[in-house]
């Protein structure tokens, strides 16, 4: 018996409150209290009795933000079920208990493997949990609502930087007042002692991550969005952050085939190589991007399974995108023992949605942005191919221009040398005249058009890459997105 027990919605959850330290702190506290490392040697969540009843922790599960796997001997389906849901409750109990406004989610199922239960009973069940526990309602109204979050009553008043006494919840007590300082120094009581001063959890993914790169985990790091901004090249006005949201294609046929197999062995490590894969290829895709900045230009804020969710300097978002969906798709092929025949008819790999906004546009709104793109970006291509779908929020709102596509990893690869030509070569000026020559509606004028602006100004050398292949309306669409593409192009 498999039990999978985490928190519901965490991106959502994480970005309750609007300052990046909030976040942070959250992050922090939800990846050490989900460390499989540090609940190896006790699993703080289950008691002495549950331990005797042969429940541990669960190894085929890899690491995953936010989510405790553990495994019990399956047994008489009614004990064992039982015994899954009081584990469960026990472990929801736990997380609660570090950050109080958490929404949590429990599944189980039975299998041979955690791959099969998962497939067979727990992927089901996620939609509609068996347990879902919600954090306690006001039973009063509050005289005064959190002034971080405004979803809980204002329990304490804490300073955060420069603003004072400010009253926040139980929830935004646990994220600041321990982690919105540098995390890693001595921390500080709670009030009336609710939990004893210590060592402050860092965020245990954007640690590794600096580690990784010979950075410091604490002075790497930036302390904000508008400090990620300002290490935008010169030739930008460096206020600007992209949200990237990564998400596996065909993961779930690719697990079928895998149990299909019958390798014990590799389905046993198939979801840890998973996570793995996932963490190399953000590490490979930071070290590209590094430039010598004293902070990482990259900041995670989920990572775990195929889900990778982070900030980018604005600049350097799309090669960062590009090296990281290369390098998962890489690194899944290269997983250990895996016969190649595993990898048809459709090989995993992973898309993304990328927004650029000003440092200081909503996070939460602009995840949600990203994530729409990453749906566009599946939609489009079935989940086939790896692809991108993209907006940028400071030009064009919060909706894409009517008719822009998500382009496929290998076409952004292969056009990279014209994207950056249009950029280069092309003024400002002259770009935002050949986005007036372009009318989706009218694609056969539009390709006039810009067939004789290249010709009178001299530009077929640029455009041609992008007006060549197919039919008009196909010309002018990928005229339209690189346009586009190329405002944040390096």
């Known amino acids: 018996m498999y039990v999978d027990v985490g928190a519901a919605r965490i991106q959502h959850y994480i970005s309750r409150t609007p300052r990046l330290k909030g976040q942070r702190g959250a992050s922090s506290w939800l990846s050490w209290a989900t460390d499989s490392s540090r609940l190896a040697g006790q699993v703080h969540a289950i008691g002495a009795r549950l331990r005797r009843a042969g429940i541990g922790l669960n190894p085929e599960a890899g690491e995953a933000d936010g989510i405790i796997s553990v495994r019990l001997p399956a047994g008489d389906d009614a004990q064992a079920t039982a015994a899954a849901r009081e584990a469960a409750a026990e472990i929801a109990a736990y997380l609660r208990s570090v950050l109080p406004a958490i929404e949590l989610a429990a599944v189980w199922g039975t299998g041979p493997s955690y791959l099969e239960a998962y497939r067979d009973h727990m992927k089901a069940r996620r939609d509609d949990p068996p347990l879902l526990s919600l954090p306690p309602p006001g039973d009063f109204p509050a005289l005064a609502s959190c ?24 929830d935004c007590l646990a994220r600041y007042q321990d982690c919105y300082r540098k995390p890693g120094l001595a921390a500080q009581p709670h009030p009336g002692g609710a939990r004893p001063p210590g060592v402050l959890p860092i965020y245990k993914e954007e640690a590794t991550l600096a580690e990784g790169l010979k950075r410091h985990r604490v002075d790497d790091t930036a302390r904000d969005f508008t400090a990620l901004a300002r290490l935008g090249g010169r030739d930008t006005q460096r206020n600007h952050v992209a949200t990237v949201y990564a998400d596996g294609n065909a993961i779930g046929p690719f697990f079928d085939r895998v149990i299909a197999h019958g390798d014990p062995e590799l389905k046993a490590r198939v979801s840890a190589e998973l996570s793995r894969v996932t963490r190399q290829a953000l590490l490979e895709a930071t070290r590209l991007v590094l430039g010598d900045d004293s902070c990482l230009p990259v900041i995670p804020h989920v990572v775990g399974g195929d ?66 793109q990453l749906y566009e970006a599946k939609q489009q291509f079935n989940g086939t191919e790896p692809a991108v779908a993209w907006l940028d929020v400071t030009r064009d709102g919060e909706h894409a221009p009517a008719g822009q596509e998500a382009w496929a990893l290998n076409d952004l690869i292969r056009l990279d040398d014209a994207l950056r030509a249009l950029r280069t070569q092309v003024e400002p000026s002259g770009r935002s005249a050949m986005e007036r020559l372009v009318d989706l509606s009218r694609p056969g004028v539009s390709l006039a058009r810009l067939q004789e602006h290249a010709r009178r100004l001299d530009r077929a050398a640029v455009l041609s890459p992008f007006l060549a292949d197919g039919d008009a309306g196909g010309s002018t669409a990928r005229m339209a997105g690189a346009l586009s593409a190329a405002r944040w192009w390096r």
């Open 147 to 170: 002034r971080e979050c405004r979803a809980g009553p204002a329990v304490e008043k804490i300073d955060i930087h420069e603003d004072k006494d400010i009253g926040v919840c139980l």
């Open 307 to 372: 889900d990778l969710v982070v900030s980018v300097v604005a600049d350097r978002a799309w090669p960062f995108t590009i090296a990281y969906l290369t390098q998962f798709r890489e690194g899944l092929r290269a997983i250990p023992g895996l016969p190649r025949e595993l990898l048809d008819p459709v090989a995993p790999t992973a898309s993304a949605g990328l927004v650029f906004a000003h440092a200081k546009f909503p996070y939460r709104r602009a995840f949600e942005l990203a994530a729409q």
